[in-house]
């Protein structure tokens, strides 16, 4: 991963963090955790909101930190279990973030960022799978991928195998 994408996925994750930092104090508690993990297609129950708090709060302030990079943490630790679920700003903010020259398309080079953001785990890499999924999700035809192209794959994919090399 380039140093440019560690970038892009840091800035992705900071503006998903402070979307829902209802209080703008710079943490996470167990209900602002139920609802970005919610919105990031990720679910987990009450009780293992507080298993993952307690696992990850290293300050032990009760709370997901930002700065120290505890909510990062958990983000990592849940898989994306539906990608329907995925919230509306979640997708706005991923594309505008991994539309570098903010053309309104993510070209083949931005996508491989969204595709290990987005979908499961087991169907990350290797450019023949990218150059696939274009294929796949560019139903204009314009070797690159519009926002509502966009959501309306990473949606389908969620609950469909259409992702499968």
């Not at 994408?5 to 963090?17: E, L, Y």
């Not at 696992?55 to 990079?69: A, P, Q, S």
């Amino acid at each position: 991963m380039t140093e440019a994408s560690d970038t892009q996925i840091m800035d992705f994750f900071r503006s998903v963090f402070a979307t829902y930092d209802k209080n703008d104090d710079g943490t996470i508690d167990t209900e602002e955790l139920g609802s970005v993990l919610s919105a990031l297609g990720r679910t987990a129950s009450e009780e293992k909101l507080s298993e993952l708090i307690e696992e990850f709060d290293f300050d032990h302030n009760g709370k997901l930190d930002w700065t120290n990079g505890e909510f990062l943490m958990v983000v990592a630790a849940i898989d994306v279990v539906d990608a329907n679920l995925i919230d509306d700003l979640v997708f706005s903010a991923a594309f505008r973030t991994f539309d570098q020259d903010a053309d309104g398309r993510i070209t083949p080079l931005e996508m491989h960022i969204v595709v290990r953001l987005f979908l499961p785990l087991d169907v990350k890499e290797e450019d023949e799978f990218v150059e696939d999924l274009i294929r796949k999700m560019d139903t204009n035809k314009d070797g690159k991928i519009g926002y509502s192209e966009f959501v309306e794959y990473v949606k389908e994919a969620g609950t469909a195998s259409i992702l499968s090399i």
